[in-house]
């Protein structure tokens, strides 16, 4: 793992950094990048403006680890409101939710709690739970698998650069539970993660091929390939077609901001493709991990800071920036 990528996971778990950070104006127009705004409204034009460009959503509102019951209720609430506006506008649009966010940390059946208070009104839409560090794999998956057995509309994401993965796909795999599959973006040591990004690739593609395989066989739920690897998703699309596997049997998934000419193509291929949109004020964690994908992103919030220097503030760099330029510099 690189230097630069190290230190901004590290910056990511820093709360008093978090509070500074996003107290400025500058990062908070970078941040626009991966994020249309701060607000639900924000994030449901977004949803409406992909799905008319035959693009399907998954929501999340940004935040992790709270601490009180009281705030688990306010974002149980919050993921009610979204889901009630996502069927008013008839868009095709999932939720994606992290554990600690509905609780996980507080012990008992928080979580659990959580989930029974969303999941009747998802209208059979899929929920899907965000896998987060590694030591919530365990309790995440037990939770799944409860939560599974009365509500079938529930799917989990699993990250190819921890060594367990293997295992842990199978145990869905055999209960038919759906899985997002993902490389991971925390940060981990060696003795649980694999390290290199050419050896957590290799795992991805292994990994994405059972599933597939798993799919074919009419096996698990419908699979979710989230990853803006270029390499990886013509690996899988022509892994499908040697498997036969219909193209509504499973789905790619990218970030907002991110390949929106990949998306765009998929599209046009005939693949299904589901977008990613973040809303909400809690937002420095999960935007430290998004700089920490692609270390040059860095750059674009030196960029703010330098407008914002030369113009006294005015001027947003991120926008005349086309979104994936950088993306499309790296990816072949
Ligand atoms: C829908 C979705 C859900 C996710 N859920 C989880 C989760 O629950 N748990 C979890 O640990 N991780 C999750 N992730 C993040 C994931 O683990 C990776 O960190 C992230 O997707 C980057 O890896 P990559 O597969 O795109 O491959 P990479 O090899 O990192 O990137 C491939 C190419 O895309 C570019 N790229 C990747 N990310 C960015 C970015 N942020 N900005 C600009 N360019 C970029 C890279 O520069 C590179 O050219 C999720 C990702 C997506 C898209």
Excluded at 81 to 110: E, F, N, V, W, Y
Excluded at 255 to 276: K, P, W
Aim: with cysteine; glycine share 10%.
């Amino acid at each position: 793992m690189g230097l630069a990528r190290q230190a901004l996971l590290w910056a990511s778990r820093r709360k008093w950094l978090g509070a500074k950070f996003q107290a400025w104006s500058f990062t908070r127009r970078a941040s626009r990048r991966f994020l249309p705004g701060e607000d639900l409204e924000a994030a449901l034009e977004a949803v409406v403006k992909l799905g008319d460009e035959g693009i399907s959503s998954l929501i999340t509102l940004l935040g992790e680890n709270v601490s009180t019951t009281a705030e688990v209720q306010d974002v149980v609430r919050q993921y009610q409101t979204t889901l009630c506006q996502i069927q008013s506008r008839a868009a095709d649009c999932q939720l994606s939710i992290k554990p600690t966010q509905l609780g996980m940390d507080l012990g008992g059946d928080s979580c659990e709690q959580g989930l029974f208070a969303l999941l009747p009104h998802a209208a059979g839409d899929l929920v899907w739970v965000d896998m987060e560090s590694s030591g919530y794999v365990d309790r995440t998956l037990d939770l799944i698998e409860t939560v599974n057995s009365t509500h079938k509309n529930i799917g989990v994401c699993l990250q190819a650069y921890l060594h367990r993965t293997d295992g842990d796909l199978d145990r869905l795999v055999s209960r038919g539970i759906p899985v997002r599959l993902v490389k991971g973006a925390y940060r981990e040591p060696a003795s649980v993660a694999i390290r290199k990004k050419k050896d957590v690739d290799v795992n991805y593609l292994k990994l994405g091929c059972r599933l597939l395989d798993a799919v074919a066989a009419g096996k698990g739920g419908p699979a979710a390939f989230a990853t803006h690897d270029m390499n990886l998703v013509r690996s899988i699309q022509e892994y499908s077609v040697k498997r036969s596997v219909p193209g509504d049997a499973f789905e790619f998934e990218m970030l907002y901001g991110v390949g929106r000419e990949h998306q765009r193509r998929l599209v046009a291929e005939g693949f299904r493709v589901r977008v990613l949109v973040s809303y909400g004020s809690a937002w420095f964690p999960w935007y430290m991990r998004r700089l920490a994908e692609r270390p040059a992103n860095v750059w674009f919030v030196a960029r703010s800071l330098v407008s914002r220097w030369g113009s006294g503030g005015g001027g947003d760099p991120t926008a005349s920036e086309p979104l994936n330029s950088g993306l499309s510099k790296t990816v072949k």
